[in-house]
């Protein structure tokens, strides 16, 4: 009986799961001996041809002795592929996560419920890495969650880590992150004088953006991430990151280049939005004012400011 459409359907998105999770071959469940099968093959031809002996018969059943897995000598061989698919179209599954993440607002309740429990960064770090509400977490390769000094004056926030920043557990690493190093070098600053990390700590499919629910789930993360590290200034890399974290509305061209306020909750930190680094890459004529931004930012730091005691 064929497939009904909606079994297409269910099959088309298992397969489109398994490319994008980097799955490239089906394996059975359990070790299949060909050898054995050769053997019971030569077996079956011999008993089925027509100058066989009776006196050939122990000769025929001594291999399926000796390979007691096999599949039975009468089997013919035309059976064999419909009987090895089902258990490659079995393998395929065990690749799915054994269970499926909560829905999203229960899943965004758990997050804002365990980042609240964590005590120092590090436990946040590996509060993340056993967090299984967040379906991005089994399509990227790692966690990245962050990078830099923690105990810096400035902290950096974007939006979701790349390709590059998914193999190497780092956030701006590829092209982005070197132009990002030669824009805070401009100030003065480098990766020990800054502290980086991503609103989302995992890499989206073929780096589409972050969906609403993947942002609201990951947020108490990054908010407590920011609220442990307690920065003097915070930047917002691209208008994703400054819509998520500041609240703003409009576009980064407009939100870029002003200072507004974050609040963690035990105290207000100065906030700038300015151009992600990746905008910068594709559209040149904006580095004049991120270089604005970046003076602004300069000049925010040279002014002391007194950190939470809490």
Request: with cysteine; charged share 25%; glycine share 6%.
């Amino acid at each position: 009986m064929p497939p009904t459409l909606s079994d297409r359907d269910l099959i088309a998105e298992l397969l489109a799961f398994h490319v994008e999770a980097g799955v490239d071959i089906a394996l059975g469940e359990e070790p299949v001996d060909r050898f054995a099968e050769s053997a019971s093959e030569r077996a079956t031809a011999r008993r089925r041809g027509p100058m066989a002996a009776d006196d050939s018969a122990p000769a025929a059943a001594a291999p399926r002795a000796s390979a007691p897995d096999a599949r039975p000598a009468t089997a013919p061989a035309s059976a064999r592929p419909a009987t090895a698919r089902p258990a490659t179209a079995r393998a395929a599954p065990a690749a799915v996560p054994p269970a499926a993440p909560p829905p999203p607002d229960q899943a965004a309740l758990e997050a804002r419920e365990a980042a609240a429990h964590a005590p120092t960064l590090e436990a946040l770090r590996h509060l993340l890495e056993r967090f299984e509400g967040c379906p991005l977490k089994h399509t990227a390769t790692r966690l990245v969650f962050a990078d830099g000094n923690p105990k810096a004056r400035l902290m950096l926030v974007g939006e979701a880590p790349g390709r590059e920043e998914d193999i190497e557990g780092k956030p701006f690493v590829g092209r982005s992150g070197k132009l990002l190093d030669r824009m805070l070098a401009a100030i003065g600053i480098d990766r020990e004088s800054a502290y980086i990390a991503n609103v989302v700590p995992w890499r989206p499919p073929g780096n589409r953006t972050p969906t609403p629910q993947e942002t609201a789930i990951c947020l108490p993360f990054i908010r407590r991430q920011i609220e442990l590290a307690d920065p003097d200034v915070l930047v917002c890399l691209g208008g994703p990151s400054a819509q998520t974290l500041l609240g703003i509305r409009e576009g980064i061209t407009k939100a870029r280049g002003r200072w507004m306020e974050y609040d963690t909750g035990t105290r207000t930190i100065p906030a700038m939005a300015t151009f992600h680094p990746a905008y910068l890459l594709r559209t040149p004529l904006g580095k004049r004012m991120a270089w604005r931004d970046l003076l602004a930012i300069e000049s925010r730091l040279t002014q002391p400011t007194a950190r939470s005691s809490g």
